[in-house]
């Protein structure tokens, strides 16, 4: 496609739900980031793939969290027994060159927790 | 950890006006920088990028400078509109921090007509 494309953009859910995040990559970006920013700040480090594998993860917050790339094109973000905690907006961004590389963003998924 | 600081956190100005936003960093070792815009209820939109190896670079009235050693950069915007409000993010690519880019909190500018 011609930018990333992220569904849903926004997100409702109760406490104690699973909730998917879906990010669509620029076509032919193998490089993935996830990030997530909270009200004020400025978008945090989640987790980054390079084709199918996860290359860093160091930024997912805890075993709640976990991604998927299997193709090596689409990713899901994945959240078990959401927390009021989760609630922020995820972001996904793509990129040609994995570690030098411009990085382009998508319009994010605001998550509620309620 | 590479920790990236913006100030000014919010900036008013009026139509016209020539303005200077500052991004420094803490870690001198990295791959590159980038800004972006913000704006509100969006995801963020990529203005330029510098690799490490350069020294500025321009599009239309945007100029963004790197002084890596310092570890500050500068974005500066000439002749403001008001289209220009948003809030401006620098993120820093280290090459001793993996993969990330590692963001600021932003300058929230206002432009007004």
């Known amino acids: 496609g011609a930018g990333v494309s992220q569904t849903p953009s926004n997100k409702v859910t109760e406490k104690g739900k699973y909730v998917e995040l879906r990010c669509d990559p620029i076509?032919?970006?193998?490089?993935l980031y996830w990030y997530r920013q909270s009200l004020g700040q400025g978008p945090e480090f989640l987790i980054y793939?390079?084709?199918?594998?996860?290359?860093?993860d160091s930024g997912l917050p805890n075993d709640r969290f976990f991604a998927v790339r299997p193709e090596g094109s689409v990713s899901t973000l994945k959240i078990q027994r959401t927390e009021r905690g989760d609630s922020a907006v995820y972001l996904c961004?793509?990129?040609?060159?994995?570690?030098?590389?411009?990085?382009?963003f998508g319009e994010g998924s605001r998550l509620t927790v309620l | 950890k590479q920790e990236v600081t913006q100030i000014p956190a919010a900036l008013s100005v009026p139509e016209g006006e020539n303005l200077v936003l500052n991004c420094s960093f803490t870690?001198?070792?990295?791959?590159?920088l980038q800004w972006f815009r913000q704006d509100p209820g969006k995801g963020l939109t990529s203005l330029l990028l510098?690799?490490?190896?350069?020294r500025e670079q321009t599009s239309g009235r945007l100029n963004a400078s790197l002084d890596k050693s310092s570890g500050r950069s500068t974005l500066y915007i000439a002749a403001s509109q008001p289209g220009d409000s948003a809030t401006y993010l620098c993120?820093?690519?280290?090459?001793?921090?993996?993969?990330?880019?590692?963001f600021g909190k932003g300058t929230s500018l206002l432009v007004t007509p």
């Open positions: 510098i690799q490490s190896s350069q």
């Open positions: 793939f390079q084709g199918t594998g996860a290359a860093d």
């Open positions: 993120a820093v690519r280290g090459s001793n921090s993996g993969y990330a880019l590692n």
């Open positions: 076509s032919g970006h193998t490089a």
């Open positions: 870690d001198s070792a990295i791959y590159n």
């Open positions: 961004a793509s990129s040609l060159i994995p570690n030098t590389g411009e990085l382009f």
